[in-house]
């Protein structure tokens, strides 16, 4: 049977991701959400637009600050230098001091963690990345480098290897690229959600100050439908989600049977009540022994 939490996420973030189960070093098996490869070659391309925004800056730099037209072969052995120590650097060292993470990642809600659910160790991490070079960028390089005299068998065979690097993660169920299989590294996708404090602890509302429900308007709605009308209510106040709430008002009072009118002014604070109102009966019933897991349980 699917966690509660699963299926609040599956409703309000569409969620198609795999599912990876790690097992903490407590030995308590945890489900996480296998990152796309979509999401993982956006998060490449913005940290790839971050390297060279990087290179060029530091070009400008050398450029203005320390040579003249004498000595630029110099300059360009420098700048070549340093932009490999970027290109290299670049990833081993975020994913260090940000705990498995890269600008790029950040960016798209990514994450590298250990593939056996153990610590991310530096060592992972270096190799994860150092092998990218092979992956990626010496083939491209080489690729690029090539004339025309090189010949065609090996301008096939570069373009092979990279090509046969490239689509391997669509071959395993983790989306592992060559460097997750060595480093022992998975990529996880960690959806962002702007969360608030308790909703019902900020405010305590009363009858006589907020909107009001009988036992039986409260008796419909079980603890999943709690969970989803929370998770709305946490997202930022755009015009698309205060639509949204609208729409989810509407639906309340209709199958609630509240004929009042909700300006769209109180929406939100009605289903705030409502929502309040809604986790104060859930939690008495269970002092009971009554738990009502959906609208369609008995509890």
């Known amino acids: 049977m699917p966690r509660a939490t699963d299926r609040v996420g599956a409703l309000i973030e569409g969620i198609t991701r795999p599912v ?19 999401e993982r070659f956006a998060a490449l391309m913005l940290d790839l637009i971050f390297m060279a925004l990087a290179v060029i800056v530091l070009v400008i730099l050398l450029v203005v600050l320390l040579f003249s037209k004498a000595n ?5 052995t420098i700048v070549m230098f340093l932009s490999f120590l970027i290109r290299t650097m670049y990833f081993i060292h975020f ?3 940000w705990q498995g993470r890269t600008p790029g990642k950040k960016i798209c809600g990514l994450r590298v963690i250990n593939r056996a659910g153990g610590e991310l160790s530096p060592s992972a991490i270096i190799a994860r990345n150092l092998t990218r070079e092979v992956e990626f960028f010496l083939p491209l390089s080489l690729f690029m480098n090539l004339d025309a005299s090189g010949g065609v068998w090996r301008q096939l065979i570069l373009l092979g290897w990279a090509a046969a690097l490239a689509v391997l993660p669509f071959f395993n169920r ?13 990529v996880i996708a960690m959806p962002r959600r702007a969360l608030r404090g308790d909703l019902t602890a900020s405010e305590r509302r009363t009858p006589e100050s907020g909107y009001s429900f009988t036992e039986r308007q409260l008796s419909i709605y079980g603890t999943f439908e709690l969970q989803v009308l929370e998770e709305f209510l946490r997202r930022p106040g755009t015009n698309d989600n205060n639509r949204l709430l609208e729409d989810v008002c509407r639906k309340i009072r209709k199958k609630t049977g509240i004929d009042e009118e909700i300006p769209p002014g109180n ?9 309040a109102a809604e986790r104060e009966a859930l939690e008495r019933r269970q002092l009971f022994g009554h738990f009502k897991a959906d609208k369609t349980s008995e509890g």
């Open 20 to 38: 990876w189960t790690i097992e903490s070093p407590e030995g308590v098996a945890l489900d996480v959400q296998i990152a796309t490869r979509g």
């Open 72 to 76: 630029i072969p110099v300059g360009l």
């Open 95 to 97: 994913e260090l001091a």
């Open 174 to 186: 983790g989306h592992l690229r060559a460097g997750d299989l060595i480093g022992g590294t998975i």
């Open 267 to 275: 929406v939100r604070r009605f289903l705030e009540d409502f929502y």
